[in-house]
């Protein structure tokens, strides 16, 4: 296996599974053969009930001789491994302290099922480093600081390291001070460089588009006030096809306020899902946005989250707590209530959280989709203290449009959620699955996630009357038939050879690791199928640019065979009208041209005309009064016709279609007789 497959299946790990750690994610792998589905399993399947901050075993001296069966196994296989990646000069460090660290994020390995790693490992680390249109490689040791590396960049860019901006680092935690190694980067890395304005400005990145620059730029500023009124400016450079949605979640990295408690001045009425170009927005505007107040009710989720970890045993892993909850159903959730009343003297917080008396995500009778999404979101935050997964806000029809008929090279499969109150298994669902880190970061990266709330009866039917319309008759018929227990429900929708197809029923019995190998193995599914259309439309392309081109050569063959037949009828036409007119002037000159004059008859020429090219000779009697207009008639009787020749006498030469056509003969001494010469012109 080549090491750029095996750099692509790490980054992968890491992403399904929340672990940052680089050498132990490599451990991971190499303990199942760098098979990424069997290790993200093994990852999850050993998953505890999660703890909000990362924990530390204390550090354990291991000795050669007195070792974990984890590192008797695996000792050999790190050692040839870590050489690699190390210095070729690195002793073997068996001997020295290991630590045992638990999956960040809210998750930790259940017991006896830890992972090892390395200290003391110095490695090279490679940077490819963009800025406007440059782009320079940089070296360092994963031992040397951020501030460090800041300084070997300002020396290839002229930036002072206060000024530059990572806008791709957004989902680490870092400082000046913070060593490289800390960060756990892969050897090959990336940074998209921005160069900050008074500490203020920040170039934002549009995730929806290629990164060519485009020339459809929409600059914007942020105004984020703060609690005493003070205002902070973020000049955003964004494009117009930007959504109103992309910039809150831009805004959120920036200015560190979640985007439900985000209130906002200047949007003129623009949705979530509206672009800037589609918006009443001026470019160069400048927006407000405040932390809006939260109020008491909002905390009230996370307090019963926290009470619900402190009531189950912490010896057990992720799966057993789903299986606890899924037996004692609502009387679970209830005594979780019970707990919560008891700690607070305020007895309304027993009320709002029961099953009976909340708020629904989606109010019932609800019409607008965009208003309901946003109500969804925000109840559910205040339920469970977390965002969740991030929504589209917007019909379901325009979410399959930007989902599954977008851009071949863009699209993407659809997941929608549906949240049933009446269900046990909807708090744990989305406590415990919707809320995870890792499947909110997989179905962010990898899908777009539409949801509705069928508690009610009428959103209910609404939603079933959406899924005939939108997806078939088949998904809506499947989703109807489904009891309350079945709910949560994520169906994953592709298209398949242009055609919608419901590939999966992800039910919310099924516990965290069961979910995401399921996203997983659909989003895998979802990609050989858009592979194949890739193919397939590549094909047509070719079929209809060929079609297109031969229908292109027809088409100028055709004008060309047009043209050539207009030009011979326009000369058939030019020919016929010239006969015309030429017998025209023979019937006029025949009609002027007096009787030729008997021989017996006294004062008469006789002229002889000789024709050009051997045609003949013509002769003729006139008598010496007439004029040379006589002359003239009779030549244009015999076909020619005045002005297509020349007709001269032989001594002496003259031309006489250049005299006075109203001379007489014998003023012109051509009598008794005389003989002409006709030349065409």
């Keep these: 296996m080549s090491d750029e497959s095996r750099e692509q299946i790490l980054s992968d790990f890491q992403n399904c599974t929340g672990l940052e750690h680089l050498d132990e994610c490599i451990h991971i792998l190499q303990q199942y053969e760098w098979n990424l589905m069997e290790a993200v399993q093994a990852v999850h399947d050993r998953i505890g009930i999660g703890n909000d901050n990362e924990s530390t075993v204390p550090v354990q001296e291991i000795t050669n001789r007195d070792t974990s069966s984890i590192i008797t196994n695996t000792t050999n296989q790190n050692v040839n491994n870590n050489k690699r990646q190390s210095?070729?000069?690195?002793?073997?460090?068996?001997?020295?302290?290991?630590?045992?660290?638990t999956i960040p994020g809210s998750q930790r390995t259940s017991k006896g099922a830890s992972s090892i790693t390395n200290v003391g490992l110095v490695r090279d680390l490679n940077f490819t480093v963009e800025y406007c249109d440059q782009t320079e490689k940089i070296s360092t040791f994963d031992s040397e600081s951020v501030y460090q590396l800041r300084e070997k960049i300002s020396k290839k860019f002229s930036i002072p390291p206060n000024k530059q901006h990572f806008i791709n680092w957004t989902m680490k935690s870092y400082d000046d001070q913070t060593i490289l190694k800390d960060l756990n980067l892969l050897k090959e890395n990336t940074i998209h460089l921005t160069s900050i304005e008074n500490g203020s400005a920040v170039q934002i990145p549009n995730?929806?588009?290629?990164?060519?620059?485009?020339?459809?730029?929409?600059?914007?500023?942020?105004?984020?006030?703060?609690?005493?009124?003070?205002?902070?400016?973020?000049?955003?450079?964004?494009?117009?096809?930007?959504?109103?949605?992309?910039?809150?979640?831009?805004?959120?990295?920036?200015?560190?306020?979640?985007?439900?408690?985000?209130?906002?001045?200047?949007?003129?009425?623009?949705?979530?899902?509206?672009?800037?170009?589609?918006t009443s927005i001026a470019s160069n505007a400048h927006l407000i946005v405040y932390q809006s107040d939260t109020s008491l009710n909002q905390q009230i989720p996370t307090m019963r989250k926290d009470t619900k970890r402190s009531i189950i045993?912490?010896?057990?892993?992720?799966?057993?707590?789903?299986?606890?909850?899924?037996?004692?159903?609502?009387?679970?959730?209830?005594?979780?209530?019970?707990?919560?009343s008891q700690n607070n003297s305020t007895t309304t917080f027993a009320t709002e959280t029961t099953t009976s008396g909340r708020e629904p995500l989606i109010p019932d009778g609800c019409t607008n989709d965009a208003f309901g999404l946003e109500h969804f979101a925000r109840v559910f935050n205040r339920r469970y203290g977390s965002t969740g997964p991030i929504l589209y806000i917007g019909p379901l029809d325009q979410a399959i449009q930007d989902s599954l008929y977008s851009s071949i090279h863009t699209r993407r499969p659809l997941a929608i959620y549906l949240h049933n109150d009446q269900s046990v298994c909807a708090n744990v669902f989305c406590s415990q699955v919707l809320s995870a880190d890792s499947i909110v970061e997989y179905l962010a990266n990898n899908y777009v996630l539409w949801a509705w709330d069928v508690t009610s009866d009428g959103n209910r039917t609404r939603l079933l009357e959406t899924l005939r319309r939108c997806v078939g008759n088949q998904c809506a018929q499947r989703v109807g038939s489904m009891e309350n227990d079945s709910f949560p429900?994520?169906?994953?929708?592709?298209?398949?050879?242009?055609?919608?197809?419901?590939?999966?029923?992800?039910?919310?019995?099924?516990?965290?690791?069961?979910?995401?190998?399921?996203?997983?193995?659909?989003?895998e599914s979802y990609e050989q199928q858009r592979l194949r259309d890739v193919d397939e439309e590549i094909m047509r392309e070719n079929r209809e640019n060929l079609k297109k081109q031969q229908e292109d050569e027809y088409e100028q063959s055709l004008q060309a065979d047009l043209a050539k037949e207009r030009a011979r009828q326009e000369e058939q036409n030019a020919n016929e009208r010239l006969k015309q007119q030429r017998l025209q002037q023979q019937e006029e000159s025949k009609a002027r041209l007096p009787e030729e004059p008997n021989e017996t008859e006294k004062n008469i020429t006789r002229l002889k005309i000789r024709l050009p090219n051997d045609e003949g000779v013509l002769m003729r009697r006139f008598r010496i009064n007439d004029t040379l207009q006589v002359l003239f008639d009779y030549l244009t009787t015999q076909g020619r016709m005045f002005g297509e020749y020349k007709l001269l006498t032989t001594y002496p030469k003259r031309d006489l279609t250049s005299l006075n056509q109203s001379d007489t003969f014998e003023q012109l001494k051509l009598y008794p007789q005389e003989q002409l010469i006709l030349e065409s012109l």
């Design 207 to 278: 995730h929806t588009t290629s990164s060519s620059k485009t020339s459809d730029e929409f600059p914007l500023t942020v105004l984020c006030e703060d609690k005493s009124g003070n205002l902070t400016p973020f000049k955003l450079t964004l494009q117009s096809h930007t959504t109103i949605s992309e910039i809150k979640k831009q805004t959120e990295h920036l200015t560190h306020i979640p985007i439900q408690e985000q209130a906002w001045q200047g949007l003129l009425g623009a949705k979530d899902s509206d672009e800037l170009r589609q």
């Design 489 to 523: 429900l994520l169906l994953i929708v592709i298209r398949s050879r242009g055609s919608l197809e419901l590939i999966n029923v992800i039910e919310g019995k099924s516990t965290p690791s069961e979910v995401l190998l399921n996203l997983i193995q659909s989003y």
């Design 313 to 340: 045993s912490p010896d057990r892993n992720e799966d057993d707590q789903m299986d606890i909850e899924h037996d004692n159903g609502l009387e679970s959730y209830d005594d979780d209530v019970n707990v919560l």
């Design 87 to 101: 210095d070729p000069n690195e002793i073997d460090d068996s001997d020295q302290p290991r630590i045992i660290k």
